[in-house]
């Protein structure tokens, strides 16, 4: 897919909701100064913070890395944490296991990772019960244009 | 792109180089180098922070003068609501209106219906809108051109519907032709203006079409002139004579140049003032975040436009007499109503042409050397101080960093990696005793 141009590395932490949002802030900030097209911009910055969110809620932390090629915005998202026992299920929309705290602060509607779907090119996620979850996400420079 | 136009200008000859300036832009698109400042037209989004700041009173707005409005024949004035706050509680906008009368203008015009259809045609809008939310109002310009600037994923976001101050010209060319037999052209449609972005929206529309308005004054260039004609009296003014314009102020939605959006659920609408919550908005929106919210009414200016930047009245002030109108509002003759009904149904309040991102001069090198310019602007920041002292000509540190990455300056105008350029600094500021400072 073209040959990598940047590549940023971001640690998250787990359940540290005020600070929810700074690493999609960074990156969209990134993405910006390097005038990525608006609407790829927008799909990128919606995927990074519903994965950023994602760590937040349910992980002990994680990291984020936004690589950068001629073609295509990446992001790779792992995290340490509870994993997914069926993936199918959590990728419907509104499915959702945020708890009433979680909701009540306005998050965890159940549409976090359908959303990172519907704003990506390419979307895949692994996850092992115990362990964490891992998810890469591509969203293609020139087809949004 | 035609070249952009801003709504004030900087006089170098004034301009002492004491950076008030480009420390307040909020955009960062001001610099000082040898003393003078200067700007990067793409970044200027004409919120006119930088004019209420010059202490050598250099940056001014570019409205027009009620001199160069006599090439036309017919003069009609519309005013934004915030005109009638701007003066004493006793004054009514029937009182303003005469002393605009007065001053030259041909008619006042009834702009209270032109902000109600607008407000129709917003509310409708909102209720058939397929996505994306919110949607933000464009009636402010700086809004428009943040998003352009700093915003680009969200022009998507703006409402497309026409603003009042342009509804209104175009059924004053239309109205006034017809009844007078003259020609559009011969006909000035004058918005009063609260600001200067509303002058140059009318000079350089965001969505590149031609303004249905001749141009803006400033409610600071009329304010004394009208104050007199409020303080003779009123009676034995000449324009008593044209009763039927009279109480064109009387129906505004006061203070908010959109009105207020009775048929728009609360909790779904969100009216906000002031660049700095804006911007802490915006940037939540593009995460992602406020879907929820359909509809955002956006004014750069503390307060909206009562406290524009060429007002005169305390904010407070013209805010309490704003309340005061309100209170006393009529409720609208049934020929008002009928006259927006039937407008309604026969006009087209749609905005004329697509909003686009603004293209900045870094488009013009490819992602691969963007990056690169990233990379080195990087670089070059880890050398400088990040104190922001300002002693370079940019604003900050980074910003420093950036021209120096894109080749637009040197790196030794940094204070702390040359010697030279204090020297050189030196020079420039070195004045002798000055009359005033501020």
């Given amino acids: 897919m073209g040959g990598e141009l940047l590549r940023e590395n971001f640690q998250l932490q787990g359940r540290n909701f005020d600070k929810a949002g700074e690493i999609s802030s960074e990156i969209k900030v990134i993405l910006k100064e390097l005038g990525i097209a608006a609407a790829c911009l927008r799909r990128a910055v919606i995927v990074a913070f519903e994965a950023e969110m994602n760590v937040v809620m349910y992980a002990d932390r994680g990291t984020v890395t936004l690589v950068l090629t001629d073609k295509a915005i990446n992001l790779e998202v792992k995290d340490e944490g509870p994993g997914i026992p069926d993936i199918d299920l959590a990728m419907q929309e509104g499915y959702s296991t945020a708890s009433d705290e979680m909701r009540e602060m306005g998050f965890g509607f159940g549409m976090g990772l359908s959303n990172m779907k519907k704003n990506s090119d390419e979307f895949c996620i692994e996850s092992e019960v115990g362990k964490g979850t891992s998810v890469f996400a591509r969203i293609l420079l020139d087809s949004h244009a | 792109m035609p070249e952009l136009k801003h709504g004030f200008k900087i006089d170098t000859a004034k301009c002492d180089g004491r950076m008030h300036c480009m420390r307040t832009c909020p955009t960062h698109a001001i610099r000082v180098k040898n003393g003078k400042a200067h700007l990067i037209p793409e970044l200027c989004i004409d919120c006119g922070s930088c004019l209420g700041v010059c202490p050598s009173k250099a940056i001014s707005a570019t409205t027009i003068s009620l001199a160069e409005l006599d090439r036309f024949k017919f003069k009609v004035a519309v005013a934004s609501p915030a005109l009638y706050t701007q003066f004493g509680l006793n004054d009514t906008p029937a009182h303003v209106g005469r002393a605009l009368l007065d001053l030259g203008f041909d008619a006042v015009w009834e702009y209270a219906a032109d902000i109600e259809l607008v407000d129709r045609a917003i509310t409708d809008c909102v209720k058939k809108w397929p996505g994306p939310f919110p949607l933000i109002s464009d009636s402010c310009p700086v809004i428009i051109r943040l998003i352009q600037v700093a915003y680009p994923s969200m022009i998507e976001n703006i409402i497309p519907i026409e603003v009042p101050r342009e509804i209104a ?5 239309r109205r006034f032709s017809q009844e007078l037999g003259l020609r559009p052209e011969e006909i000035a449609a004058i918005y009063i203006t609260p600001c200067q972005a509303k002058s140059i929206s009318i000079l350089q529309p965001a969505e590149e079409s031609k303004s249905y308005l ?146 900045m001069a870094k488009d013009v090198v490819d992602l691969r050397e963007r990056v690169m310019r990233r990379k080195r602007a990087e670089e070059i920041l880890r050398g400088l101080p990040l104190l922001n002292c300002g002693l370079c000509g940019a604003p900050s540190c980074k910003d420093h960093a950036d021209d120096v990455a894109s080749a637009r300056t040197e790196i030794s105008d940094c204070v702390f990696l040359s010697k030279a350029r204090i020297d050189q600094l030196r020079k420039v500021y070195k004045k002798g005793p000055r009359a005033s400072r501020g």
Avoid at chain 2, 169 to 173: A, D, P, Q, W, Y
Avoid at chain 2, 250 to 264: I, K, T
Avoid at chain 2, 315 to 324: E, G, H, M, N
């Fill in chain 2, 169 to 173: 010209g175009r059924e004053v060319k």
């Fill in chain 2, 214 to 359: 001749d141009g803006a004054v400033g409610i600071s260039e009329i304010y004394n002139d009208v104050l007199y004609r409020l303080r003779k009296d009123t009676r034995k003014l000449k324009s008593d004579t044209q009763e039927g314009l009279m109480d064109s102020g009387e129906l505004f939605h006061w203070g908010n140049p959109e009105g207020e959006f009775p048929n728009l659920s609360r909790e779904h609408y969100l009216p906000l003032t002031g660049l700095t919550d804006i911007i802490k908005v915006f940037n939540d929106i593009e995460r992602g975040r406020l879907t929820n919210i359909e509809f955002l009414e956006c004014h750069a200016c503390r307060g909206g436009c009562n406290g524009g930047n060429l007002t005169v009245e305390n904010l407070y002030v013209a805010r309490s007499k704003d309340l005061r109108l309100k209170a006393k509002m009529p409720q609208p003759p049934p020929e008002f109503e009928n006259e927006v009904a039937r407008r309604y149904a026969s006009e087209d309040f749609s905005l004329r042409g697509p909003v686009k991102p603004r293209s």
